[in-house]
């Protein structure tokens, strides 16, 4: 492994546009739980992920009833409580540094901003922001504000650049990925010449088509961080995998980073 650790450090001071991907396994070391694993929030309550699949259709029918009973769920709320963990702040290291120029996360806790990180592709959404589905406008959350709204029975909250209903930012079943955020992470896969991805599994798409995407370009490096192998590792999009914690690894590969920058300085 110290081995693999030195040739991704290696690989990413060699790259002119690094870029990372992350999911679910990077947040589930802050203790978010992830959906369908064994201790999921859909496998200890199937019916909370039918509910899941119903929610953009209430939205589109129903703004005010979509509000009314997403204001009802505490999870959003709770997320404001958790913290980032050492995966997200190596990941700022990484930026910090000059290394990362980007990261494309399938997460929708807030945590990479939250870490710290500039430039974040919120691939499905942010609990922290309302999103106007029309224009493609986005707001800051207040929940004590959307409360007041509920109280005054004036929900849906409304854009004020074109008036029509703000849902959550966070992307739902049946939802479309927003263009904008689309189109920045194609780019983002397209210009990239070494990605580490970071605790996902490479099964959601058509977030999971982005490695496949950068795979295209001649030269590019594909470095895996991920408990287990995936899809990526199996079909060869990855050029080779690193088999841990994101929270452990990434930190050891910024320090080799760190080293080898400073023996250049010698």
């Not at 499905?124 to 800051?140: A, D, F, I, T, W």
């Not at 970071?198 to 496949?212: D, I, N, Q, R, Y």
Request: proline content about 6%.
């Amino acid at each position: 492994m110290d081995k693999l650790i030195q040739k991704a450090a290696e690989d990413l001071i060699k790259a002119k546009h690094a870029v990372a991907l992350t999911g679910a396994g990077i947040s589930t070391e802050s203790g978010i739980p992830d959906f369908r694993g064994p201790d999921g929030i859909w496998t200890k309550n199937p019916d909370a992920e039918r509910k899941a699949y119903e929610t953009y259709g209430i939205f589109r029918r129903d703004p005010k009833r979509y509000w009314s009973e997403h204001l009802t769920t505490s999870f959003w709320r709770k997320m404001d409580k958790i913290e980032p963990n050492r995966g997200h702040l190596a990941l700022v290291e990484l930026e910090e540094i000059g290394v990362l120029k980007a990261v494309l996360t399938q997460n929708i806790d807030n945590l990479h901003k939250k870490a710290g990180s500039k430039r974040v592709l919120e691939y499905h959404g942010s609990v922290g922001k309302l999103r106007c589905p029309s224009c493609l406008s986005r707001y800051e959350r207040n929940d004590d504000e959307l409360m007041k709204l509920k109280e005054e029975q004036k929900l849906p909250p409304r854009c004020d650049d074109c008036g029509q209903p703000l849902k959550s930012d966070v992307v739902d079943f049946q939802e479309p990925i927003p263009d904008d955020v689309a189109s920045e992470s194609f780019q983002e896969a397209v210009q990239c010449d070494a990605m580490i991805i970071c605790g996902t599994s490479a099964t959601v798409h058509p977030f999971a088509t982005l490695p496949s995407t950068a795979r295209k370009k001649a030269g590019v490096v594909i470095i895996e961080v991920n408990s287990d192998p995936t899809p990526l590792t199996q079909s060869g999009v990855s050029d080779y995998l690193i088999q841990g914690k994101t929270g452990e690894i990434l930190p050891r590969i910024v320090e080799e980073v760190k080293k080898i920058e400073s023996e250049k300085r010698k």
